[in-house]
């Protein structure tokens, strides 16, 4: 089993930036895929990004493409999005996401973290 959890989000005011960041712990695997999505009230979740596990391979939506930035650093099984430029529909629910090489599913979700960008 694979936990992960996400930390970092809060309010900001419009134009600002936060840093996300999702922490996975228990089983390992070899290769993995991780991603960020979000969740607005009343509203379908949105894939935003994914990375592959080097970190050389990564898609964004075209939503948050020139905005967002995904990393990650599997030394310490941590992933990141940097969010720059914030708007306020870029308020939601933020969900970190890991799928398996070879697999076009995520397995696994984090809880979330809440987003708020005020105008």
């Known amino acids: 089993q694979v936990q992960l959890v996400e930390s970092g989000g809060g309010l900001v005011q419009t134009g600002g930036s936060l840093r996300l960041s999702c922490a996975a712990s228990?089983?390992?695997?070899?290769?993995?895929?991780m991603g960020w999505f979000r969740q607005a009230p009343g509203k379908e979740r949105e894939f935003l990004a994914d990375i592959s596990w080097s970190g050389g391979s990564t898609v964004y939506a075209d939503s948050v493409k020139g905005r967002f930035i995904i990393s990650r650093t599997n030394f310490k099984n941590t992933m990141y999005l940097q969010m720059n430029s914030l708007k306020p529909e870029d308020t939601a629910v933020y969900y970190c996401?890991?799928?398996?090489?070879?697999?076009?599913?995520?397995?696994?979700w984090g809880p979330g973290t809440q987003v708020t960008v005020s105008s």
């Open positions: 996401a890991l799928r398996l090489v070879g697999q076009s599913e995520y397995a696994y």
């Open positions: 228990g089983r390992t695997f070899s290769t993995y895929y």
